[in-house]
């Protein structure tokens, strides 16, 4: 299964926290699925921290990238054939960093792992 991390979904199946579903983390931890993580999402996390929204540890660069490494996640960059199909999303979802995943999801046909529901309004497959 390829999958696409949503940022919540990356950071908790990395730090243990229990919102993570049962199902999330067993894809997650699953080394016969291809995960991804996007740009778009870490863009988003340096962005909150900036501001003050998310707080990591200290030393939480590294910790990414070793993480990454372990559970095989591959990096997705943005490309401009994800920001043209961007373009085409009905606004049922407002948030850009997520909007953003959607349409990476849409075009390299990745299931996108994501707690929030209102995803599923798109034509993706969200799993949780």
Sequence with gaps: ??????????????????RLSKTAEEIFLDPDNNLFFSA????EICIKMNLGKLS????????IQEEMRINAVQWLPVEMRHCVELTKLPFHHRDPFDRM????????????????GRLSAYEINRIW
Excluded: E
């Excluded at 299964?1 to 229990?18: N, Q, R, Y």
């Excluded at 995943?101 to 929030?116: E, K, N, P, T, Y």
């Design 101 to 116: 995943l959607i349409a990476q999801a849409m075009v390299a046909d990745l299931q996108l792992l994501s707690r929030d």
């Design 40 to 43: 778009a999402s870490f863009w």
């Design 1 to 18: 299964m390829k999958v696409l991390l949503d940022t919540h979904a990356f950071l908790w199946s990395i730090t243990g926290d229990d």
């Design 56 to 63: 990591l540890k200290r030393g939480w660069f590294k910790t």
